[in-house]
């Protein structure tokens, strides 16, 4: 009878819970995970987005504790490290300069090296807790939560437990160390052209607790919600409306949206604030009519100027990039195709006048104004009917 229990234990531990149960178990279980990083890590403590309450907060502390170890303090510095370093040598985990297969497989074994650089916890990590919790249970003993975890999993379900267990503790390295930092500033679209290469991978953010959205999150570092266009959801974002609802969460910060009103005539000074805010905004916009400036000459380029579709398709790309970020080549590659069009030379032009309006910081707010109201009357004037309504629309932001 003993023996009998002792393996029925082994076999299914206390709940025998079903082959099913076990895995939505399992996908519950790192959902909490994928909360606690991105809510209570990534948008509170790293970004200082928002300000959670003391119930939330000493939860994600404990459940991430348990299911991954790693420490407030090292992931916020790293974090903000990240982004005031981003795409460059001293990044901590930029697949642009360590190689998308290094971030994506070794993520994980990046971030415990840069744990361990006394300046970037230093520099990085300040603000962070340092309560007695912290300084003698979570620090102190950071490998221990994990272990409590893999016993009361083993004690729950007997030995799938420790599959269970597995899963848990590589979900983080994985999404959050592996694919966002990975993927995240390899592939996927952008929404803004902001200036490293964080990409958003998936317009419906629940996997990853709307991480997928990493394009929106590097464009306005400090919002606590990082969607953005109409049909992108953010699950993490949900969950803060909840919670502040119910008095556990107060939003410091979001993106800013852009309001208009289309009876402007002429900038004005709230037109250039507005610009100057939205500024990310104001280029998704141009690159759109730069699209449409592409279509409406597109025909010409082909049968009479007859280049070729290979050209074409990367000139056209070439067109979407942000005009400092482009090579010796690829100028000339655009000179090249503006032989043949003087629309998309126009478009091209008028796009680095409109970007140095909001780069010029020693100029007055009069000085700006003047420059914007001369683009846009300018621009009305250039007989391109993209770069035409494109001005109309900026005159009327507000």
Known sequence: MVLDAFLDFISNGLLHLSGWQ???YTLVMTHITILGVTIYLHRCQAHRALEL?????????????????????????????HHAKCETEED????????INKVMWEGAELYRSESKNAETMEKFGHGTPDDWLERNVYSKYSWQGVAIMLIINVTLFGAIGLTIWAIQMAWIPFWAAGVINGIGHYWGYRNYDCN?????????????????????HHTFGTSAKFSSKWYEFDVGWMYIRILE?????????????????????????????????????????YARSVKQAWRDELDHLVEKAKLESRFLKSSKKL????PTKLEDGQ????????????ALQ??????????????????????????LQDWCARAEASGVQALREFAQRLRSYA
């Open 245 to 285: 609802t119910v008095g556990l969460a107060k939003v410091k910060k979001v993106a800013p949206a852009p309001k208009f009103d289309s009876k402007k005539l002429v900038a004005d000074l709230d037109t250039l604030q507005s610009v100057i805010a939205n500024r990310y905004d104001v280029t998704a916009k």
């Open 196 to 216: 490293d290469a964080a990409t958003n991978l998936f317009p419906i953010g629940i996997i990853i607790g709307g991480e997928e959205m990493h394009n929106n």
């Open 346 to 371: 126009t478009m091209h032009e008028m796009r680095v006048e409109l970007g140095a309006i909001w780069e010029r910081s020693h100029s007055t707010r009069e000085q700006l104004l003047h420059q």
């Open 53 to 81: 309450h003391a119930i939330p907060s000493h939860f994600f502390r404990l459940w991430l504790w348990m299911t991954t170890g790693m420490v407030t303090k090292e992931w916020a510095a790293i974090h903000r490290k």
């Open 22 to 24: 076990l895995v939505i």
């Open 92 to 99: 901590p985990h930029s697949p642009q300069t360590r190689g």
């Open 331 to 342: 100028k000339q590659q655009l000179s090249e195709l503006f032989m043949h069009s003087k």
């Open 319 to 322: 067109l979407q990039r942000e």
